[in-house]
């Protein structure tokens, strides 16, 4: 038997040979555009991406926990912590929170998503330090007490609320639920207001103890930034707030696949009195790990992502049937979403929705030209480059990247992966995709007759 004085040593000495893990994952030239990745004992993941020509920076903590990770009871609770970590730790009230990034004209906010959530700040270079603390402090020492899970409810009902009064945006909810059902990720992020409703700040906290472990955490930090202070500051954060529960502990690796079941020919209406009717009709897509993704993007690209692309000639400017017609796509780990929303007068719906179906069948049977995958190609190469433009659009990329991936690409990296896509690249992954039987929703005042007249878009 281990005495527990030896236990003990050996306890000691592991930990002490335990050392934080930096690595160079992307080597910019004169250290512009170079990401570093430092892993502590802890489980805690820091990466930075440097840019010494500018002036500011953003700071960010992605999770590992989205709606998806919900029970059905539990709907709503990511989001609802999201708001509740903005309301105050043992050192700051939520004025002082606020106060604090407002006193430096920075910005903080904060966003849920299926899959992850993100904290962030973004202020002025010399600014960093305080952000650090910041958003350490809210991810670490929440207080979460019954008299703000009170006063928050109230705020979020009002956020459920205002996407209801939001046609347009709460179709795409209604579509998560026509493709997934009843399944997590077809659920709603913001939940509802039952489900809002029966959230106690007991099962807010278990949640909060379960999902943002170090091990859960991913650390971002882009522009005029220096990793090993990024490091230093986030690692005494941390450790002053005994967040790590484990001296030497993994990080959580990205999210595998649950294969997830989809849907195919289901129609789903919610009748509304709008001045438009909004739809939404799709298929499976793929999931964010798949190497056709590339393909993808660039048929998205040609089919419904710019004033160039075929929907929108068909749909707008030819027949000036909708002001607003668009594809995109959304990728999860196990699956992904293929759609394409128009909002348009009730009494056009069914030349939209055919004109539509008629689009995606075609392109699934013949393709598309070479001038337009050329043309796409280079628009979305652009939209690449200019989208990554700002320090918050990059620690967005890192943050992501490593959470989902587990890896980084350059930008040099993805604008090759997009050049490499070849026009069979592109026929090939419509036929897969486009070729399935597609599902539909809509939200609007349509009629008895119309409404039983949505099915023939997906028969």
Known sequence: MTSRSARTTA?????????ARTQTLIKGE?????????TLPGGLRIVTETLPSVRSATFGIWAHVGSRDET???????????HLLFKGTRKRSALDISAAIDAVGGEMNAFTAKEYTCYYARV???????????????LTGSLIQEEDVDVERGAILEEIAMTEDDAGDCVHDLFAHTMFGDNALGRPVLGTVDTVNALTADRIRRFYKKHY???HLVVAAAGNVDHHKVVRQVRAAFEKAGAFREPVAAPLAPRDGRRTVRAAGRVELIGRKTEQAHVILGMPGLARTDERRWALGVLNTALGGGMSSRLFQEVREKRGLAYSVYSYTSGFADCGLFGVYAGCRPAQVHDVLKICRDELDHVAEHGLTDDEI????GQLQGSTVLGLE??????????KSELCWGEQMSVDDMLARIASVTPDDVRAVARDVLGRRPSLSVIGPLKDKQASRLHDAVA
């Open 30 to 38: 004169h250290g512009i555009g170079t990401v570093r990745k430092t």
């Open 72 to 82: 059905p009871a539990l709907n709503g609770a990511t989001h609802y912590l999201e």
């Open 124 to 138: 002025l270079d010399t600014d960093l330090p305080l952000a650090i603390d910041v958003v350490c402090d809210m």
């Open 374 to 377: 050329g043309r796409a190609v």
């Open 390 to 399: 700002d320090t918050g659009a990059l620690m967005n990329r890192i943050g």
């Open 213 to 215: 472990d170090p091990t």
């Open 11 to 19: 306890r000691t000495s592991s930990e002490a040979r335990a050392v």
